[in-house]
């Protein structure tokens, strides 16, 4: 409600370009340099863009560049905005890495935000993420009320039982599970890859899916079927994982959060001065829309000449006969 969007457009660009200048000042006084990889994509740039140019019918690099970027660019102003970014991604990646917090401080943030997490069902559950296959089975006939028949639901669970007996009674391996699931699964999110979650966490699935999970006697290669509101599930666990989800999601957002705050701090490190009047953003889609009205506009106004010309041809040629007849 305060401003427009080139406005917000334009203050996100700056706010880059200082955070971008800050860090790379930064940089320089650690005397840090980017990598011989790095450097390898910088200098392939050039030709980089001339191929792109190609594929649009243009002549080279740069007059794909000042299509997509305003008639003032160079192609050496590319690969030095490009280098300048990419050296401090690179040390703020250093920086952000060298960064160590204790489990204390970790599980204090999770305290701190605990209601958001909870919102999105990450529990502080210290049960490690783990790896199941299953194989969903949808009860067919519904109620007038959406609900499925008491016979459906029987009907899916001999099915249910059945795809279990049948893999029981053959190789009865994780694959030989994988293959059935992609055979007769009705999850369309699994149904393609054997069935397969990989890292599920506590509180993720609905309740007895996730109770069948993260049951303390559970070990891989165990089988089951769950009943949830979606069907029936034939249930392969294929394993633990090392990590607890809410201690690595909590780890991830405090680490963000430090890296956001050492971002604001160089940047009120090193003040810029600016000024927007003169910034506007190149729209080159509108110089295009324009273009091509004048074009339309001006065979609009060709074809209607041409017409008024044939009009006053063929009334002339009608008059001349007229004259020859009389």
Known sequence: ES???????????????????????????????????????????????????????????????????????????????????????????????????????????????AEDYAQSRIEKIDKPMVSVRHILVIPTEQNEDGTY?????????????????????????????????????????????????????????????????????????DTGIVKTDYGYHVMYFVSKGEEIFWFETAKGDLLSERAADLEDALREKYPMELTLENAAIFDVQAEDRAAANAAAEEAAQSETASDEAGDTQEAAAEGTQEAANE
Request: hydrophobic share 40%; net charge negative.
């Open 3 to 113: 401003q427009t969007w080139q406005q917000a457009f334009l203050d996100s660009a700056v706010t880059m370009f200082h955070s971008m200048t800050a860090i790379n000042l930064e940089a320089d006084k650690a005397g840090f340099e980017l990598g011989e990889e790095d450097q390898a994509q910088l200098d392939a740039i050039p030709e980089s863009l001339d191929a792109t140019a190609g594929y649009y019918g243009m002549e080279d690099g740069l007059a794909y560049l000042q299509r997509v970027f305003g008639p003032s660019v160079t192609v050496e102003d590319y690969v030095a905005f490009v280098r300048d970014s990419m050296r401090a991604s690179r040390y703020m990646e250093l920086l952000v890495e060298q960064m160590e917090f204790s489990d204390a401080e970790i599980s204090d943030y999770y305290d701190q935000h």
């Open 149 to 221: 028949t008491d016979e459906a639901w029987a009907e899916a669970e001999q099915k249910a039982q059945a795809l279990l007996d049948e893999w029981k009674a053959g190789e009865a391996t994780e694959d030989s599970f994988a293959a059935l699931a992609n055979e007769n699964s009705e999850d369309p999110g699994s149904s393609t890859n054997g069935g397969l979650y990989e890292d599920v966490y506590p509180g993720q699935m609905v309740d007895s899916f996730d109770a069948w999970c993260f049951d303390e006697a559970r070990q891989p290669g």
